[in-house]
């Protein structure tokens, strides 16, 4: 490796370590380890998994991904949509909690880190940003709500239905615990609910007084101290808790996993991968912009992949940057990174120093934490903000909500991003053509799109005006020429048309042979093809292809001002003598052909001259319904006109 290469990858931050980045990094690692040892054993739970998977996950991932990333803020470890997403893919392939089941989490686990390293060291970091945030809406939706549905198992007491843990199969085993089926009895236990809607008060209450305490901590002590009251009551009030946890160092293991299978996890690893980049790399952006840091997301793509291969031989399951220990982690002060390791060094002496008291927390207990959690990850007020913004992306992010809850997980993170690839070609293949004019004939007018200008003066019966809006590419090369067809088409349609193109950024293949049978046409027809202000990667394609040279360089402006009294030059005079709309400026040069009537108003008018010699009234077509600006006398003073210069292509500014 050279010194280049070693200097590319020795993180800034560490020549910024100093008592006062130590002090504050030890006491926002101490907030990160009072959070994240509830939610590690909510989340291993919901990973069907033994909490203390949750705590090393909490562990090993989170000093690594710390030390090899890119954000100084992102705390990584177990979360709640990667916990159930896991669960969900390998629930149908082993029963949850067997010594099967947590060999195949650990060897997904590694396979997924060795696809996010993958992915990191060969710069396709991008590939994460396929996601929509309306596919990430949905998903986080659906997860919600399955992670509320199996929560609801565990606060009610009753005992998973088997190896079936589909959404229908959960929602029978639920209704069978209730009694709600014929010919089932009721199998709820009033301990467990008990303990579970407390703790879940008691947390409510904890983050209502103030917002800063860590409520998920208080919530579980409290539950499990009710727990403990009650289960000496025993019978229906006797619940069930978590157990001794084996060891709180996680210890070396390889996964032994049939290798046959590796095709099927490879599949599961990789759709687990595009979630947690998407995950990871969205946090890491949100804090990047508060803190106003440069994000390396390719680095951080690496930071997390190794997190994950190494974590996996450490008993660590799937793992990825964490928005409910990130943010708290941010907003409490940390300076570097190392207010993730030290906040693994302080969970790891708080599980050796809690054991006996962890191992008597209730399963209602932590169920109820996991109802909060499902409420918080739902986010009402986005999706009414989605709603209200663009029902299109609402549509998307409602329809990923479905499949999540329907569909294996990693169908639904596929089922998103095609459906918001399709809305995206969709919006793309309808580039808007606007047809633009004027609304005044003031000295500093602007164009305006004529159909949203109520007050628009008519057009130019010879020059069409036309801003194009987006890229012509193939998928939108049909609707861009059957629109230009349709102008073409129209009664008494001009002959001559001028693109106003700074808008059209790209244009491929069947985007050139659109225009090339454009200018074919309108030459056909007795017109010509104009082009304001092309992007220089289109001139550069124009020009590769010859269009260019078949066009005219002399048919491309750098300015409107230019362009429009270059046209002019080249419309048919006849048609400009009998024209009323007169929009241009040098439609005051041009000669007029008065009709009798307007010849006898214009006699009256210069009868009414105040006096012999002064200019004469100027004769206002506007008087006869006809035309919107007053037509004077050739050689009064009326402001400087434009001449009819050639026009001057590729200048700057084109």
């Known amino acids: ?382 999706w009414r903000e989605t709603w209200k913004l663009d029902r299109v992306e609402f549509a998307i992010a409602l329809a990923t909500l479905v499949a999540t809850v329907t569909l294996r997980l990693e169908v639904a993170i596929l089922v998103g991003t095609i459906l918001s690839l399709l809305a995206y070609l969709h919006r793309t293949s309808h580039p808007a053509m606007r047809t633009m004019g004027f609304d005044t004939m003031d000295e500093e007018r602007h164009f305006v799109v004529v159909d949203a200008a109520p007050r628009a003066l008519p057009e130019c019966p010879q020059l069409k005006l036309l801003r194009m809006e987006g890229a012509v590419y193939f998928g939108a090369a049909q609707h861009v020429a059957d629109r230009l067809d349709a102008l073409r088409a129209a009664p008494h349609a001009p002959k001559h048309l001028l693109v106003m193109a700074k808008s059209m950024n790209f244009i491929d293949l069947a985007g050139a042979q659109v225009w090339e049978d454009e200018l074919r046409l309108r030459r056909a027809m007795g017109g010509d093809l104009y082009f304001h202000r092309p992007r220089p990667p289109v001139l550069e394609f124009w020009d590769r292809s010859g269009f260019l040279d078949r066009l005219g360089r002399d048919h491309v402006f750098p300015d409107k001002r230019r362009a429009l009294a270059t046209i002019f030059g080249r419309l048919d005079p006849r048609i400009c003598a009998a024209c009323r709309a007169r929009v241009f400026w040098e439609c005051r040069t041009a000669p007029l052909d008065l009709s009798p009537e307007e010849q006898g108003l214009g006699a009256t008018a210069a009868g009414a001259a105040p006096a012999a010699g002064q200019a004469g009234t100027a004769l206002d077509l506007d008087t006869m319904g006809s035309a919107t600006v007053a037509l004077k006398p050739v050689g009064e003073a009326d402001g400087p006109s434009p001449q009819r210069t050639q026009g001057v292509a590729n200048e700057p500014g084109v």
């Open 1 to 382: 490796m050279t010194s280049g290469t070693r200097r590319a990858w020795r993180p800034q931050w560490l020549d910024e370590l100093s008592r006062e980045t130590w002090r504050a990094d030890a006491l926002a690692g101490l907030l990160g380890a009072v959070l994240v040892l509830p939610q590690a054993i909510a989340f291993a739970t919901l990973a069907g998994l033994a909490p203390q998977y949750g705590l090393y996950t909490a562990l090993v991932p989170c000093v690594i991904a710390a030390l090899f990333g890119s954000s100084r803020y992102v705390m990584s470890g177990p979360t709640n949509a990667l916990s159930l997403a896991l669960f969900a893919m390998l629930s149908p392939l082993a029963a949850p909690g067997s010594p099967a089941y947590i060999e195949l989490a650990l060897t997904v686990t590694v396979l997924v880190g060795l696809l996010q390293l993958a992915i990191g060291l060969l710069r396709l970091g991008s590939l994460a940003h396929f996601i929509s945030p309306a596919a990430l809406l949905g998903f986080t939706g659906g997860a919600a709500a399955l992670i509320a549905l199996h929560a609801l198992e565990d606060v009610l007491g009753v005992a998973a239905p088997g190896t079936e843990r589909g959404s229908s199969a959960v929602l029978r085993h639920l209704a069978a615990g209730l009694g709600l089926l014929p010919h089932q009895p009721a199998s709820w236990q009033e301990g467990s609910v008990v303990v579970g809607l407390f703790t879940l008060g008691v947390a409510l209450a904890a983050r209502r007084w103030k917002r800063r305490w860590p409520h998920a901590l208080i919530g579980l002590a409290a539950g499990t101290l009710l727990a403990a009251a009650l289960n000496r009551l025993g019978g229906p009030w006797h619940t069930a808790v978590v157990g001794a946890i084996p060891s709180a160092w996680p210890a070396f293991h390889v996964p032994q996993v049939d290798w046959t299978r590796l095709p099927e996890l490879l599949g599961l690893a990789f759709a687990l991968t595009i979630v947690a980049l998407g995950q990871s790399i969205s946090i890491a952006k949100v804090l990047a912009s508060r803190a106003g840091d440069r994000l390396d997301a390719n680095r951080e793509f690496v930071g997390q992949g190794l997190s994950n291969a190494v974590g996996g031989f450490f008993s660590s399951y799937v793992s990825c940057g964490s928005l409910n220990r990130s943010l708290p982690n941010y907003e409490a002060g940390a300076r570097t990174p190392m207010a993730s390791v030290l906040s693994a060094v302080w969970l790891l002496a708080l599980v050796m120093l809690s054991a006996q008291w962890l191992a008597a927390i209730p399963m209602a207990a932590v169920a109820g934490l996991l109802l909060l959690v499902a409420w918080n990850l739902l986010d009402l007020p986005r």
